[in-house]
């Protein structure tokens, strides 16, 4: 069983909105803090938003516009995506890590990943 599986992604104008979901096996989701990377053609993979109850973190260059939630019954992981800018193109990841960290900013603090899903902002 595939740990992590996102979907969501597609194509939409500037100052739209986008939901992404990520489901989680149960275990994986009520044990590991969870979080969001995004990943640009030719850029490095970028931290977006992680959550491990009872706090959410974010990257600067999207707070006020993107909101990580959870849904505990379904096991699933939400990135609620609003306002987006043509630079938000890119490949969105889902990512599970089991250790404890300040800020959960590093991929390589994450011990699963998705397979990715595209999200593309047109202007």
């Known amino acids: 069983q595939v740990p992590l599986v996102e979907s969501g992604g597609g194509l939409v104008q500037a100052g739209g909105s986008l939901r992404l979901s990520c489901a989680a096996s149960?275990?994986?989701?009520?044990?590991?803090?969870m979080g969001w990377f995004r990943q640009a053609p030719g850029k490095d993979r970028e931290f977006i938003a992680a959550?491990?109850?009872?706090?959410?973190y974010y990257a600067d260059s999207v707070k006020g516009r993107f909101t990580i939630s959870r849904d505990n019954a379904k096991n699933t992981l939400y990135l609620q995506m609003n306002s987006l800018k043509p630079e938000d193109t890119a490949v969105y990841y889902c990512?599970?890590?089991?250790?404890?960290?300040?800020?959960?900013?590093?991929?390589?603090?994450?011990?699963?990943w998705g397979q990715g899903t595209q999200v593309t902002v047109s202007s």
């Open positions: 149960g275990r994986i989701f009520s044990d590991y803090a």
């Open positions: 959550r491990r109850w009872p706090t959410n």
């Open positions: 990512a599970a890590a089991a250790g404890y960290s300040s800020d959960y900013k590093s991929p390589n603090e994450y011990d699963y």
